[in-house]
């Protein structure tokens, strides 16, 4: 059974950081794609940043230079840093493992950051 759980969201003041975390089971982690996508209500889930191998990273315009991905295959898990927050950061956040074309999803955790 494949599960991807997120950590590390929540309440941060604007300017703040965070580091989310996902961890996977019943994959061969390394061997996936891993991103991480946002969602606020009534929108699209909109991707955020992706890393294939250690050094092999991409991101959305929104947020380069603010927020960092990494992986751990040791680990079994993908990081988010997220610095210099904004409100427009508030979304629930999810990640997502790929080899295509099959995929995976976690349940998302919430990150709020007020006006």
């Known amino acids: 059974q494949v599960q991807l759980v997120e950590s590390g969201g929540g309440l941060v003041q604007p300017g703040g950081s965070l580091r989310l975390s996902c961890t996977a089971s019943g994959i061969v982690f390394s061997r996936y794609v891993m991103a991480w996508y946002r969602q606020v209500p009534g929108k699209q889930r909109e991707w955020v940043a992706q890393?294939?191998?250690?050094?092999?990273?991409d991101y959305a315009d929104s947020v380069k230079g603010r927020f960092t991905i990494s992986r751990d295959n040791a680990k079994n898990t993908v990081y988010l840093q997220m610095n210099s927050l904004k409100f427009e950061d508030t979304a629930v956040y999810y990640c997502?493992?790929?080899?295509?074309?099959?995929?995976?999803w976690g349940q998302g955790t919430q990150v709020t950051v007020p006006s």
């Open positions: 997502k493992a790929t080899i295509y074309p099959t995929e995976y």
């Open positions: 890393i294939l191998a250690p050094t092999v990273t």
